[in-house]
């Protein structure tokens, strides 16, 4: 059966035989989808926090299309969140490889089932339910859910992930052969070149970005000839890449760096670890990221940095030249399909006096050891480790109210502890008192907190703007559709909004009996459709709705409704 599937692959596509890697995994998985695959993300491209873990399939636009099991195995977890994944299944495979399918619309009657006990038992639309093989068995190519756009997603599409079933890292899904046209090599945008050591890049102490433009095929710096050091230096590459018919920019699958035609650095993304992909913010080039969104890889592994997508054997990728020749900096860079792009750039040592100081504070977060600060109406305590390189302290109170501290541009492996002063005058409001984050659109993200002995606590994870706020408004309840004259057929809608620290629970019962209902916060509705799994009889009916938010103020809806 695999010789035949093998022999009928050669005749149809035999430019995916010639491009594939050899070290494929396994290739009997079908594909998640009954539609050409077409990507807007790969595994490995550099995302906020994390590399992404999968592989984010188009769906054109639309939801609903059908997921099928890519083998043969049991549905292990099912996931309802509003955030990250949304609604996912997880499928256990014999071959000791778990399938994730994330951002789902719904699922089929036997597994919608399954997960509506568990809601009703819980009281809860937001789940997860962990499974044994025995309760939900699935054969290869069933339709075990829907594709849809729910929890972090911009759009609709699937995110796939596959995953070591024992160990939960993910593994790159195009290790298990599914077919996605790639002839198009990676696009080599900017490199980077850091002085290290107080040393100097072209007489300059700061890292220093150059242009990279394709001649001749390989890519060279734009106007550029050669770069000048004084010492130790590493290197960077900005890259993306693109698959055929696609304009999104994706990941690359390997990069290889050689001084001389030695190598002195590799990455590959074969393998990744939920516990360290954090570590992405010391590989990438955190600042050129966050505020130029370009994606540079540095080639030279911070002593903190715990990814194991390196060939650690090589050393650390810091380049050290003593002698006056020309040296040449090479990288090749690669796609998954294989397709290669080259760049090269010569590099001459400049010896100068200039001595590039360090920063002087008398204030340092140390990256090795606790920290804890306190000031006027504030104080952090940084576990040891939460930083990757130890920083001079700073903050400022930017009024009354906001604190700035630190500076966004500084990235945590840990979070820390913040606690916030809060004033005399609110003690009487200490429950209600949260920690706000102040982001860069001046839009309020509620990061939560405990008060205790004047002081409202809570676990951060990046530097910014603070301020501490009072949330004594509970939300608001709004019926929609639907007026007492009106009767009801279909479902119940309900908007819920709150002004500040945000929706946390929700609750429906209909004739005091609990029922299922459904919350977006994309349009803040709140629906209980009444279909099969929710028999609403003719007649007349009572309702009662509850909204709780995040500070624990509570309102109630309560009416009654003539369903026809
Ligand atoms: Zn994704």
């Known amino acids: 059966m695999i010789l035949k599937f093998k022999f009928f692959n050669f005749f149809l596509i035999p430019i995916f035989l010639v491009n594939a890697q050899s070290n494929l995994i396994d290739t009997s998985f079908r594909s998640p989808i009954g539609i050409p695959l077409n990507l807007s993300g790969d595994f490995g491209e550099l995302r906020s926090n994390h590399f992404h873990t999968g592989l984010d399939i188009k769906t054109n636009g639309k939801t609903n299309y059908k997921m099928y099991a890519i083998q043969d195995g049991f549905v292990s977890r099912i996931n309802i969140s509003h955030w990250g994944y949304g609604k996912a299944i997880y499928v ?179 393998k990744l670890d939920f516990s360290t992909n954090r570590d992405i913010n010391i590989h990438k080039d955190y600042i050129e990221y966050h505020n130029k969104r370009r994606h540079f890889h540095k080639s030279f592994i911070h002593y903190n940095n715990k990814l194991e997508i390196y060939d650690t054997t090589l050393g650390n990728g810091v380049v050290h030249i003593n002698d006056s020749n020309e040296h040449e900096i090479k990288y090749v860079i690669k796609d ?43 104080k952090i305590s940084l576990p040891s480790n939460a930083l990757y390189d130890s920083v001079a302290f700073n903050f400022q109170w930017k009024n009354e109210k906001t604190l700035k501290i630190m500076n966004k541009n500084i990235p945590l492996r840990e979070k820390f502890i913040l606690s916030m002063k809060l004033g005399t005058q609110m003690d009487s409001l200490f429950d209600k008192a949260f920690i706000a984050e102040i982001n860069s659109k001046n839009r309020v993200i509620n990061r939560k907190g405990e008060y205790k002995e004047g002081w409202v606590s809570s676990q951060i994870k990046s530097f910014g703007n603070y301020q501490l706020m009072v949330d004594t408004k509970p939300p608001i309840i709004q019926q929609l559709y639907f007026s007492k004259e009106e009767a009801v057929s279909k479902k119940l809608t309900f908007k819920i909004t709150d002004n500040l620290s945000g929706l946390q629970h929700y609750n429906v019962w209909i004739d005091d009996v609990w029922v299922l209902s459904n919350y977006s916060f994309r349009n803040n509705r709140l629906i209980v459709p009444f279909d099969k799994y929710c028999p609403i009889n003719n007649g007349t009916h009572s309702c009662r709705v509850e909204a709780i938010d995040e500070r624990n103020n509570i309102s109630e809806l309560k009416f009654e409704f003539t369903k026809k």
Request: net charge positive; hydrophobic share 30%.
């Open 92 to 270: 256990d495979h014999p071959n000791g490889y778990t399938s994730v399918y994330a951002h789902l619309s719904r699922f089929p009657e036997k597994i919608e089932k399954v997960i509506r006990e568990y809601q009703y038992q819980k009281q809860n639309e937001s789940v997860t339910l962990l499974l044994d093989s025995s309760k939900i068995p699935v054969a290869k190519s069933e339709v075990i859910a829907y594709s849809g756009n729910t929890g972090s997603s911009s759009g609709p599409h699937l995110h796939f992930e596959i995953r070591e079933t024992k160990s939960e890292k993910p593994v790159n899904p195009l290790l298990f052969n599914f077919e996605v046209p790639d002839h198009r090599s990676p696009l080599i945008r900017n490199i980077k070149f850091y002085p290290l050591d107080g040393t100097t890049i072209n007489n300059k102490c700061q890292p220093s970005s150059f242009k990279a433009i394709k001649n001749n095929g390989v890519f060279i710096l734009d106007q550029v000839s050669k770069i000048t050091f004084s010492g130790p230096f590493g290197v960077g590459v900005d890259v993306v890449d693109y698959f055929d018919n696609s304009s999104n920019k994706c990941g690359v699958y390997s990069i290889k760096m050689y001084l001389d035609n030695q190598l002195k650095f590799s990455q590959k993304m074969d």
């Open 336 to 378: 998954f399909a294989g397709n290669k792009s080259v760049a090269k750039v010569k590099v001459i040592l400049n010896q100068n006096n200039q001595i590039c100081s360090a920063v002087t504070s008398k204030e340092w977060l140390k990256e090795d050891a606790e920290n804890t600060i306190q000031k006027e109406g504030f």
